[in-house]
């Protein structure tokens, strides 16, 4: 059997265990040789995904890498490798330099690399698995090393109680997962999706109560309402590129589940689900929406807007198949694209400010690059025309407009214009908010700045490709 496809699985998980193997053998205290073989070993990643796209559909009848499969790889890669760039420096530099909040520094650099890899292994296997029991490795696999991520500052109180509000959570979620896969499994009789598919076709209350189950459990990984509880705590307390990382990789993994799922064997029972999508959405973007206007806090600003992005992702599941997956990738892209953004032009404010919204105060004097990035981050997010968010959230409001829902889409759109208000303020402060003295902010130089420059270019860019990805 052609094993080729699978090129990108072996090498994350070689790279993790040479980023092991170096920590051990070097002794990498500042985390420096560790962080450029993971990053190198994340750019042969994306390279073999690129190189081996032509060979999709391929691998074994319970593994398979598939076209769309491609899309959530490169997702995941892109956000691992956007997250590895975000924490540079985070270890030679003392506490957290993305925002100094934390008083002793995290140990163990070859442990915090190879936990991001492996990960995203997990990832890889999640959108492979062609049956039940692969699928929730992965999915395990994907969720496990983000406990170890987000307590990474061992002697931070903030920190462990991240780690440890995470993990309550994760278990919830975990015994909904596996209590639905049961109820599938004795509903189909096998493990496989072509069974469950076959199954579902003749839907049974066994087969949609495990559906319904499975759907909070993963609800919990892109923090859906009333599973969203842990989101606030956990992105303030984490370290910040766990935090980025959370926004960006764990949503899209999560989402993936949900689409490997209904996109897939359980697409029959999909349509008739449109009442659970359709409450799920309208309270993460209410909860997510009104939540954000009383954040000071910027990561917690930013757990909100995850949790109303949430809502805007459903409405992907609520009509044709084919174009909900489409609409879904390419919102995922540029929802990316902007949350990594911000995370950058956070970092870019120093490692000596807090992290709440005076932060960016006249930063559009000191780092217009920034600012500019900043600017570029909330109006996507908003969906303001004709940055790439605009283009994305009227693709996933047109799959829910040509099956008629309506109501459904009104309140996308009002809380989609009710969500200006707080994505206005950050502007606000770099743009428009009376300076104060502060000292002066270290310079980006080249390295520094690139990433900002790409991650605005995707933002303004990917509004331009309405085709992207098919």
């Not at 391929?58 to 924490?87: C, D, E, H, K, N």
């Not at 002793?104 to 690399?113: K, W």
């Not at 903030?158 to 004795?186: D, P, R």
């Not at 899209?252 to 799920?280: E, H, K, N, Q, T």
Request: charged letters at 10%.
């Amino acid at each position: 059997m052609n094993t080729f496809p699978v090129l990108p699985d072996l090498l994350l998980l070689a790279t993790g265990v040479a980023v092991l193997v170096a920590d051990a053998r070097a002794r990498d205290e500042d985390g420096k040789i560790c962080g450029r073989l993971a990053a190198i070993g994340t750019v042969c990643v994306l390279a073999a995904l690129l190189f081996t796209r032509s060979s999709v559909s391929g691998g074994w009848s319970t593994y398979a890498v598939t076209p769309q499969g491609f899309w959530w790889r490169l997702i995941f890669t892109l956000a691992l490798f956007f997250t590895q760039i975000l924490s540079a420096g985070y270890f030679d530099n003392g506490p957290d330099s993305v925002g100094a909040r934390h008083a002793v520094p995290p140990q163990s650099p070859g442990a915090f690399h190879a936990l991001l890899l492996f990960c995203v292994l997990g990832m890889f296997v999640l959108v492979s698995a062609r049956e039940l029991l692969t699928f929730f490795l992965g999915l395990e696999l994907a969720t496990l090393p983000l406990f170890a991520l987000a307590g990474f500052q061992s002697r931070s109180g903030e920190s462990v109680e991240a780690a440890s509000k995470l993990m309550v959570m994760a278990g919830m979620a975990t015994a909904l997962n596996l209590f639905g896969l049961s109820l599938l499994y004795g509903a189909a009789g096998n493990l496989s999706f072509d069974g469950l598919a076959l199954a579902a076709s003749r839907p049974s209350r066994l087969l949609e109560l495990g559906a319904l189950l499975l759907f909070g459990g993963i609800g919990f990984k892109i923090s859906l309402v009333p599973l969203q509880m842990w989101a606030p705590d956990v992105y303030e307390g984490a370290p910040t590129p766990v935090t980025a990382f959370l926004s960006v990789g764990s949503k899209a993994a999560g989402l993936a589940a949900m689409a490997a799922l209904f996109f897939g064997p359980l697409d029959a029972l999909r349509l008739g689900f449109y009442p659970v999508f359709a409450v799920a959405a309208v309270a993460s973007m209410v909860a997510g929406n009104l939540g954000a206007m009383r954040q000071h806090n910027a990561r917690r600003f930013m757990a909100y807007s995850s949790i109303a992005q949430a809502g805007y992702f459903l409405l992907a599941f609520t009509g044709d198949s084919a174009r909900g997956q489409s609409a879904l990738l390419f919102n995922l892209f540029v929802y990316g694209a902007a949350t990594l953004a911000f995370f950058f032009a956070l970092r870019a404010t120093g490692p000596k400010r807090v992290e709440e919204m005076g932060a960016f105060r006249d930063l559009s004097r000191e780092k217009p690059g920034a600012a500019l990035l900043l600017l570029l981050s909330m109006f996507s997010l908003a969906g303001i025309p004709p940055l790439a968010g605009f283009l994305g959230k009227f693709q996933l409001f047109s799959v829910a407009m040509r099956e008629k829902h309506y109501a459904l889409v009104f309140i996308a759109v009002a809380n989609s214009v009710l969500s200006l208000y707080y994505y206005l303020r950050p502007v606000k402060e770099a743009y428009v908010a009376n300076p104060e003295f502060r000292p002066p902010l270290p310079r980006l130089g080249f390295a520094g700045s690139l990433p900002l420059w790409i991650l605005a270019l995707a933002v303004v860019l990917l509004g331009l490709w309405p085709g992207f990805p098919r």
